[in-house]
């Protein structure tokens, strides 16, 4: 699409229902049918431009244009966010927050995921022999979790990983979701909002120990602007948004097997 062209625009109704409906694919379907990477629609009944690709990134992280105080609905923020959290804040308490997060993002950080991950896998993958048939996607939500909890150093015990498997997809589950499923995801915060709290309050008081450089440690002493601890709830929901980012893969590695593969499309089955 040329700087010039009119931009594409979808029917004149509203489309909130359809955006629920559909999902993340709401988007995806729209730029393939006016092959473009923006067009215009109607959600709630207000005008919405829909952008998407590297350049539309940089305009939608450019603090003189987007401002994130108020802008993400307080439904949101009850079930995927939490509320107050990274994604609602602006300016020098954002960037001091976002350090918080970059300090978890390192190349060892990021090697030590792999490690887990690839470790975790195989030997889970290894009980598959013997199973019944498994469902990937719960598979991948359990996975997930375990990993999640060990590379950031949060005591999980093996009774719990369903639970919080599901209440971490639960959150992301209710992103524009009403009813049930909605509520799912509040309760599932509730939940776990409460079990991280818990633990960051063990190890502030000396109950538990925390790997030194561990985001569990790094989350429960990061200090304020004003040089204050963290709240704990704060600091309990700004470490789910890490492990449930990690969860929430869980649906992407679903997605992959309905992706067609490029060998068979060719003929090939290798």
């Not at 001091?96 to 490690?115: C, G, N, T």
Request: glycine share 6%; proline share 4%; with cysteine.
């Amino acid at each position: 699409m040329k700087s010039n062209d009119p931009i594409p625009k979808d029917s004149p109704l509203d489309h909130t229902m359809n955006l629920m409906r559909e999902g993340y694919e709401f988007l995806s379907h729209r730029m393939e049918r006016f092959q473009t990477d923006l067009f215009e629609t109607r959600v709630m009944g207000q005008k919405v431009l829909c952008i998407r690709g590297a350049e539309a990134v940089k305009l939608f992280y450019d603090p003189e244009r987007f401002k994130r105080h108020r802008a993400t609905p307080k439904r949101i923020q009850k079930s995927l966010f939490g509320e107050n959290a990274i994604q609602t804040m602006d300016d020098k308490a954002h960037l001091h927050r976002k350090q918080l997060f970059l300090s978890m993002m390192k190349p060892e950080d990021e090697r030590e995921l792999a490690r887990l991950t690839h470790e975790t896998w195989r030997r889970v993958a290894e009980g598959w022999k013997k199973s019944r048939p498994i469902v990937l996607f719960d598979e991948a939500k359990r996975v997930l979790c375990q990993v999640a909890c060990e590379w950031a150093g949060v005591p999980l015990k093996s009774i719990e990983i369903n639970r919080r498997a599901e209440d971490f997809h639960a959150m992301v589950d209710a992103f524009g979701a009403v009813g049930p499923r909605h509520w799912r995801g509040r309760k599932g915060r509730r939940r776990t909002e409460r079990w991280i709290q818990s633990i960051i309050y063990q190890v502030r008081t000396g109950s538990l120990q925390a790997r030194e450089g561990s985001p569990l440690y790094k989350v429960s002493y990061h200090r304020e602007l004003n040089g204050k601890l963290l709240d704990e709830r704060m600091a309990a929901i700004e470490l789910i948004n890490v492990l449930r980012s990690i969860v929430a893969i869980a649906t992407f590695i679903s997605l992959l097997l309905q992706l067609p593969c490029k060998s068979t499309q060719s003929g090939r089955s290798d």
